[in-house]
């Protein structure tokens, strides 16, 4: 069955950077796009960015542009979410999920989502 | 950015009740209108896409219609297992958006 377990989080001060990963598995993870989408506490979901099947199709979030980079590496069946510049706004769990439709581009249909990893933004 | 308005915030129901959210764009979606389901502690699950067809293993008590700009999710008979938040999302134009969410509450 389709997986995706996230780590890397924690907490971090403003302005440091930190590396979150999406080990995935139960599919052929290089034909599918990916996506970051995260939560705040008790609030509503917020789209982060996308990442298509082939790595070459990204896409951000306004609050997030610049700052952050999604990548992947298809030989390990791995998505990366690199943040810097991090801000108590960014203060989240994030999730990552896989798109519904093998080799679209762009991808956009956010279909199965992973338990999420949580990032902390503090002094 | 194509903002999406859910009414209302929060719902009383029972089991058994039948059940519509609504899902507004500030812009038209065509048809590529999502919803998802977030129970606590849960990542969400995706119902339906493109506005009108389930997702796998979804039960048919689950509905939705709608275009443009005007959508809306349908629970037949609630079930007690549907307590849940429920957040459309669209994909029709970037930044993908997604709705301020309905909470399901008893």
């Known amino acids: 069955q389709v997986q995706l377990l996230g780590s890397g989080g924690g907490v971090v001060q403003p302005g440091r950077s930190l590396r979150l990963s999406c080990a995935a598995s139960?599919?052929?993870?290089?034909?599918?796009?990916m996506h970051w989408v995260r939560q705040a506490p008790g609030k509503g979901l917020e789209w982060v960015g996308t990442?298509?099947?082939?790595?070459?199709?990204?896409r951000y979030a306004d609050s997030v542009r610049g700052r952050f980079t999604i990548s992947r590496d298809n030989s390990n069946d791995t998505l990366y979410l690199n943040m810097s510049g991090l801000r108590p706004e960014d203060t989240a769990l994030y999730y990552c999920?896989?798109?519904?439709?093998?080799?679209?581009?762009?991808?956009?249909?956010?279909?199965?989502w992973g338990q999420g990893t949580l990032v902390t933004v503090s002094p | 950015e194509i903002v999406l308005t859910q009414s209302p915030a929060t719902l009383s129901v029972s089991p058994g009740d039948r059940v519509t959210l609504s899902c507004r764009a500030s812009q038209s979606v065509s048809r590529y209108l999502a919803w998802y389901q977030q129970k606590p502690g849960q990542a969400p699950r995706l119902l339906i896409y493109?506005?009108?067809y389930r997702a796998t293993d979804i039960p048919a008590r689950f509905s939705a219609s709608g275009s443009e700009t005007d959508f809306s999710l349908t629970i037949s008979r609630l079930d007690p297992e549907d307590f849940a938040v429920y957040y459309c999302?669209?994909?029709?134009?970037?930044?993908?958006?997604f709705g301020g969410g309905t909470k399901v509450e008893t």
């Open positions: 990442i298509s099947y082939d790595g070459r199709d990204k």
């Open positions: 999920a896989k798109d519904r439709h093998p080799l679209q581009k762009p991808a956009t249909l956010i279909d199965f």
């Open positions: 139960g599919f052929t993870f290089r034909t599918f796009g």
């Open positions: 493109d506005t009108s």
């Open positions: 999302q669209q994909r029709s134009d970037w930044p993908l958006t």
